[in-house]
C-alpha cells in the first residue's frame, strides 16, 4: 500500500507530567490490596506492642512507691513499638517496588515514562505521604492509649508534657524514613527476598554488629546506624549520658542516609537496562 | 517510523544485537523475524528505551524515545503479555497507565471494548490465560492511541479467533497510518500479516525487505512431474542451471525450470505426462535457507 503518505495525526494535550505519574502511582498503590493490608499492618504493631508495653508496666508498677518510677518514661513506654513497625514500613517501602519487578509490570511503567525518574519520585511522594499519615495517626493512638493505661498510677503524661509531641511526630516520621529507605533498596536489588533481607540487616543486625566492635570505633559509629538515628528522632532520652544524638542531628543523619540510598536507586534505574 | 542505526547491544563479552541498520516505515505491518536467540527480544527492549543500547540508536518518530513529550501518543509497545500485576484488575492496570500521560478514563474504557476484556475488566490478571493476557497487551499497547506499534509475539497463546482478531487489528492499525512492527516466529502467520520483512540471525541483519523479493530470493521452486518415461524426460530436461532428483521411479522433480518449459518439452517429444504441479517456495523455506548459518540453538540431526 502507499508507503509514508499518512503522517500520523498526535492527539492533543497528552504528555508526562509530575503531577500525573503521582496520580499513576497512587492508582498503583490503592489497587494493591496488599500495599494497604501492609501499611496498617505497620500501623497495627505499632499501637499493639505499645498497648502491650504499657499494659504490663502499669501492672508491674501498681502501688509502687514514688521513688521506684522514677526515671520511668512514659512516652517511650507507648511508643515501644516504633522498631518493629519500622520494619513494616521497610517492608512496603521495598514492595512497593518490587513488586513491578516480579510482575514484570515495570517494563509498561517505564515503557509510558520513558525518562523513568519521574516514577520514582512518584513512588517517593505516595510512600512518604502515605506512610507519614497513618503512622502518625498510629503514633498518637499508641500515645493516648498508652497514657490512660497508665493514669491509673499516676504515670500518664499528656501530649504537652516536654518532648512528647516530638516523640509522637518523631516516630511517624521515623517509620516514613524507614520506608524511604526500603524502597531504595528495592530499587537497587529488585527482589522483595533481598531486599527485605538487606533491610532487616541495616535496622536490626548491623547495629548489635558494630556495638560489638572496639568501644572506641563502636560507640561514635553506633550513632549513625539508621534505627538508633531514628530512636534519636523519637526517644525521650531520660539517661542524658548516653551517647545518642540529638533529635535534630538524628533526624538530619536519617535524612542523609535516606537521600543517600535513593540517590543510588535513582543512579541505577536511569542509567541501567529494566 | 522507526530508524535503528548501528544499534549494538553487549552483555559481557557476549554480542547480542550487532550493527544492526534497518527502518520500519509507516502505513504497513513490518514483520520481525530470526531464530530464537537471535537478538529480538533485546532489539524491541531498545526501541522502546527500556535495554540501553552499548552503541548506536533507535530513533522513534524521528527522535529519541527518551525524549518524548508524549511517550504514549508516539509508541505503544506489548513485549510480555504476563507483564501485569497478577493481583490487579485490567481496568486499573490500563488506568495506572494512561493517567502518566494524561490519557482520560473514556479511553481507558474505549481500549477495554476494543479488545474484549469488558466483561473481564474487574477480574483480577492473575488468573487469565495467555490468550487474554495478550488481548490486555495488545489494549496497553494502544492506549495512547500511538503513531508506532511494536508487538513482540502478539499470536503467541491465542485461539485461532484470537489470531483472526490480531490479523485484522493489526491490518487495521496499518490501514490508519501507523508504523506497525510485530514478531513472530510462526512463519506461516508473518506470510499472512506482513507486507514488509527485518530477518536477523545472531544479532545482525539478514534481510530487510519485502515478503514477495524475500521469497523470491532465497528459496527455489520445484517442478513435480509424473511420468512412464522418466529417464527419456529426464534427458530432454536436463540443462545449465536445472537440477532434477526422483525419488520413484515415475516422479521427477526438477529445479530451475518452469513448468511451462517441462509441459511444452513433454509434448513436443510426445512423453506422456499425467501429472505436472509446481511449488512455489514458502516464507518458512526462505526463513530456513536465509537464517541456516546463524542458528544458535539447532535440534542435531532433525533441522537442515
Known amino acids: 500500500m502507499s508507503t509514508g503518505t499518512t503522517e500520523y495525526p498526535y492527539p492533543r494535550g497528552l504528555g508526562v507530567t509530575t503531577v500525573r505519574v503521582w496520580r499513576s502511582e497512587w492508582t498503583k498503590f490503592r489497587s494493591l490490596r496488599h500495599l494497604g493490608w501492609t501499611l496498617f499492618s505497620s500501623a497495627g504493631l505499632l499501637i499493639a506492642i505499645g498497648f502491650v508495653s504499657t499494659l504490663l508496666t502499669a501492672r508491674d508498677y501498681a502501688g509502687a512507691s514514688p521513688e521506684a518510677t522514677v526515671g520511668f518514661e512514659p512516652v517511650g513506654t507507648a511508643l515501644a513499638g516504633v522498631s518493629f513497625a519500622q520494619l513494616a514500613t521497610g517492608a512496603l517501602g521495598v514492595l512497593l517496588i518490587t513488586g513491578e519487578y516480579s510482575s514484570g509490570t515495570i517494563g509498561p511503567s517505564l515503557t509510558a515514562v520513558p525518562s523513568r525518574l519521574p516514577v520514582l519520585w512518584a513512588k517517593l511522594a505516595v510512600i512518604l505521604s502515605m506512610v507519614l499519615t497513618v503512622s502518625c495517626g498510629a503514633a498518637l493512638v499508641a500515645f493516648f492509649t498508652g497514657q490512660v493505661l497508665l493514669s491509673g498510677n499516676d504515670l500518664g503524661v499528656s501530649l504537652t508534657a516536654p518532648g512528647a509531641l516530638r516523640a509522637v511526630v518523631g516516630s511517624g516520621v521515623s517509620m516514613s524514613l524507614a520506608a524511604v529507605i526500603g524502597l531504595g533498596v528495592g530499587v537497587l536489588l529488585r527482589n522483595s527476598a533481598a531486599a527485605i533481607s538487606v533491610c532487616v540487616g541495616l535496622f536490626f543486625v548491623l547495629p548489635p554488629l558494630v556495638s560489638a566492635l572496639p568501644s572506641s570505633i563502636g560507640s561514635p559509629l553506633s550513632r549513625y546506624m539508621p534505627s538508633n538515628a531514628g530512636a534519636a528522632i523519637y526517644g525521650i532520652d531520660a539517661d542524658s549520658s548516653s551517647s545518642s544524638l540529638s533529635p535534630g542531628a538524628g533526624l538530619a543523619v536519617l535524612c542523609c542516609e535516606a537521600a543517600l540510598v535513593i540517590g543510588a536507586a535513582a543512579y541505577r534505574l536511569r542509567r541501567g537496562d529494566v | 517510523m522507526i530508524e535503528v542505526e548501528n544499534l549494538s547491544k553487549r552483555y559481557g563479552d557476549k554480542t547480542v544485537v550487532d550493527g544492526l541498520n534497518f527502518t520500519v516505515r509507516p502505513a504497513m505491518v513490518t514483520g520481525f523475524l530470526g531464530p530464537n536467540g537471535a537478538g529480538k527480544s533485546t532489539t524491541m527492549r531498545m526501541i522502546a528505551g527500556l535495554d540501553i543500547p552499548t552503541s548506536g540508536q533507535v530513533l522513534i518518530e524521528g527522535q529519541h524515545y527518551r525524549n518524548a513529550i508524549a511517550p504514549m501518543a508516539q509508541l505503544g509497545m506489548l513485549l510480555d ?130 515478503l514477495d523479493e524475500l521469497i523470491a530470493l532465497s528459496s527455489t521452486s520445484t517442478v513435480t512431474v509424473r511420468t512412464p518415461d522418466a529417464a527419456r524426460l529426464r534427458d530432454l530436461i536436463l540443462g545449465p542451471g536445472i537440477s532434477v532428483s526422483s525419488d520413484t521411479a515415475d516422479v521427477l522433480s526438477v529445479r530451475g525450470a518452469t513448468a511451462e518449459h517441462i509441459g511444452t518439452l513433454a509434448w513436443q517429444s510426445n512423453v506422456p505426462v499425467y501429472e505436472l504441479s509446481s511449488q512455489h517456495g514458502s516464507l518458512e523455506e526462505a526463513f530456513m535457507t536465509l537464517t541456516h548459518d546463524a542458528v544458535d540453538y539447532r535440534a542435531s540431526g532433525v533441522a537442515e
Open chain 2, 81 to 210: 503479555a504476563k507483564a501485569v500485576h497478577p493481583a490487579r484488575s485490567p481496568r486499573n492496570h490500563l488506568l495506572a497507565l494512561a493517567r502518566t500521560n494524561g490519557i482520560g478514563t473514556k479511553r481507558v474504557e474505549e481500549v477495554i471494548t476494543q479488545v474484549g476484556l469488558h466483561d473481564v475488566a474487574n477480574k483480577r490478571v492473575g488468573g487469565f490465560s495467555l490468550g487474554m493476557g495478550q488481548r490486555l497487551g495488545v489494549a496497553t499497547a494502544l492506549l495512547g492511541d500511538p503513531a508506532v506499534v511494536v508487538l513482540d509475539e502478539p499470536v503467541n497463546g491465542l485461539d485461532p479467533g484470537g489470531v483472526l482478531w490480531m490479523r485484522n487489528t493489526l491490518a487495521a492499525l496499518a490501514k490508519e497510518g501507523r508504523t506497525v512492527f510485530v514478531s513472530s516466529h510462526l512463519m506461516s502467520e508473518m506470510a499472512l500479516i506482513a507486507e514488509r520483512l527485518v530477518v536477523i540471525g545472531r544479532g545482525k541483519l539478514i534481510a530487510d525487505t519485502s
